[in-house]
């Protein structure tokens, strides 16, 4: 298992940097970086069930599903990985990822952290530098 790290400054209200991150519609735009038409159902409060959903090209959708362990609104979020969608089974049970957002004069630093299987970290690495900068350019440009 490796853990990484991705931060970047926004210039833009922790409220708002978290509402581009977590509402659905904007969601769906810079998760692109990981899978184009990937979604999310489920709810971002604590205790929470989440699945993570892409297509996939036979025309199902695959991905992991996962559990909020944490929210304090506008500041933190935990997810606990519980698997696949398919079967709860899978290199991710149990693994972790937050999203920190902290307020410093009108300037939100995000941070990323997550654990992911040794065999994902490259894949992973390239994927959330590409996203979080479009967080940042999504946040920034509303």
Do not use: C
């Amino acid at each position: 298992m490796e853990n990484l790290r991705f931060s970047v400054d926004v210039d833009a209200p922790a409220q708002h940097v978290w509402n581009v991150m977590l509402d659905l519609d904007t969601y769906r735009e810079w998760t692109g970086a990981f899978h184009e038409g990937s979604t999310y159902e489920g709810g971002w409060n604590e205790g929470d069930e989440i699945r993570f959903l892409g297509p996939s090209e036979d025309g199902t959708w695959s991905g992991l599903f996962g559990s909020i362990v944490e929210n304090r609104h506008h500041e933190f979020v935990s997810i606990r990985y519980l698997g696949d969608v398919e079967n709860r089974e899978g290199p991710a049970v149990g693994l972790h990822e937050s999203y920190s957002f902290i307020e410093t004069d009108g300037l939100t630093t995000l941070t990323v952290d997550l654990e992911v299987p040794d065999e994902w970290a490259s894949d992973m690495h390239g994927m959330w530098s590409e996203a979080i900068v479009t967080i940042k350019q999504l946040a920034e440009r509303a």
